[in-house]
């Protein structure tokens, strides 16, 4: 597979990192090895999760965004903040505060990635109640589940929802109305998402279930948001835009917010990798009972837990209870905006796991792997650089490693050697004299 084909935002810092395990034993899909004292990380393996970033203690992973000098870009620039942003400031009760400070940050508009949450959450309410539908249906909001689906469990793939995520439909509704409302063309304006995690940039570069995605750039939560507070007072203005949505499209900050905004209590709605991980397992294995809908969250809490914020994943989610409070349940329903909503090509299994494009070399490879992980001690201890003794000998098969990188069978071949060479010297090794001269004791 031709790697330069890949963008990833989550990239690795080779001069930090200090050839540790952290995150080759967190890693959802194995896309983490590490040889010669550094770690490498498999392009088409990965799915911009973050969570290498997230447990990396010499902070060697690190996620890439574009910063807010892309708004010099533009000739006109659309501000989409995630609903995790509002989630990040101590006492904000008024989502307006933030949406006129964007504006004094250098934003000529703002269009709410919550607004188009409600849309979104209004054409799933839709789209359950077609008697036609594969049950339970899975989210596609969070990039990096969708993209472990396609890597990991290709089963799964048709209960995947069809729709673009609340950001994608923000920027394509918000670029139109910016067209029309200025005369400018498409390319002028510049529709700038406001980011939680890695893998939503990723999904800006290299989208699924669109050949091109209308977002212009994305910056991370953690670079606006201190810029943001010298801006943020509670005089508001009447020039001060006028919040575009209500409990519902705020809630998709934290798990569960998009599951419950259905109005449907047959959901699941997991977070955090492993348990999303957990989930898809039970799920192929048909360990689920009616069961309509599935919410997965890659990050702890949801989106406010994604790597690219600042606050407490708990503590925002504490913070974003208190602002629901007094909004609306709904300012929003779609209404002829399927061209946004609805995927332009179906998702599609990614075989990166398989060992050989030819079927019968494949099935050597499998026998073979299969060998050598028999021969291996099975403590999946990570010592060698890979993962677990599994993925050792997949690598061992693929060339990319040896069997001697186990550090338990290293021991055993050198142990062997060196009693074969004392064999042929005659040699009694010190640590068997003892025995030896036990059974030559007449008493």
Not at 13 to 35: H, S, Y
Not at 89 to 114: P, T
Not at 406 to 433: M, Q, W
Request: hydrophobic share 40%; aromatic share 6%.
């Amino acid at each position: 597979m031709n790697t330069n084909t890949f963008f990833h935002s989550v990239t690795l810092d080779k001069d930090k990192c200090k050839g540790c395990i952290n995150c080759i034993k967190r890693c959802p899909t194995e896309a983490i090895r590490v040889r010669n004292k550094k770690a490498m990380i498999i392009p088409e393996r990965c799915i911009d999760c973050g969570e290498c970033i997230r447990v990396c203690p010499h902070h060697a992973k690190k996620a890439i965004y574009d910063s807010l000098d892309v708004l010099d870009q533009f000739e006109y620039t659309i501000a989409l903040p995630a609903p995790s942003l509002y989630a990040q400031f101590n006492h904000l009760e008024d989502v307006e505060i933030v949406l006129r400070a964007l504006l004094e940050l250098g934003f000529d508009s703002v269009y709410e990635v919550a607004k188009a949450a409600e849309l979104v959450s209004d054409a799933t309410r839709h789209y359950m109640a077609r008697p036609d539908i594969l049950k339970p249906v899975i989210s596609s909001a969070c990039p990096a589940v969708t993209r472990l689906i396609r890597v990991r469990f290709p089963s799964l793939i048709d209960h995947v929802l069809p729709f673009n995520a609340p950001v994608e439909v923000a920027a394509r509704l918000s670029k139109k109305e910016a067209a029309k409302r200025t005369g400018l063309p498409m390319e002028k304006i510049g529709a700038i998402f406001i980011s939680p995690c890695p893998a939503k940039v990723t999904a800006s570069k290299m989208p699924l279930g669109t050949g091109k995605s209308a977002v212009s750039a994305v910056v991370a939560i953690s670079e606006v948001y201190p810029k943001l507070l010298k801006h943020m007072h509670a005089d508001l203005t009447s020039e001060a835009p006028t919040a575009q949505s209500g409990k519902i499209g705020v809630s998709w900050a934290s798990s569960s917010g998009e599951a419950s905004a259905l109005l449907n209590d047959n959901y699941l709605a997991a977070d955090g990798i492993e348990n999303v991980i957990r989930v898809l397992e039970d799920l192929e294995d048909e360990k689920f009972e009616n069961l309509d809908f599935i919410e997965l969250n890659a990050c702890n809490a949801g989106c406010i837990g994604g790597v690219m914020t600042v606050e407490n994943p708990y503590i925002a989610r504490t913070k974003l209870k208190r602002l629901r409070k007094y909004l609306p349940v709904s300012l929003n329903h779609a209404e002829q905006i399927d061209a946004e909503l609805n995927w332009d090509a179906p998702l599609e299994y990614t075989p990166v796991l398989k060992l050989d494009e030819d079927f019968s070399v494949a099935m050597e490879k499998m026998t073979e792997m299969e060998q050598i992980e028999q021969s291996l001690p099975g403590l999946d201890c990570g010592s060698c650089g890979s993962p677990t003794c599994r993925a050792l000998a997949e690598d061992v098969v693929r060339g990319l490693a040896s069997p001697d990188e186990c550090i338990f069978k290293f021991r055993e071949n050198i142990t062997a050697l060196v009693d074969g060479i004392h064999k042929l010297d005659g040699y009694i090794p010190h640590s068997l004299r003892g025995e030896k001269e036990d059974e030559h004791d007449p008493d």
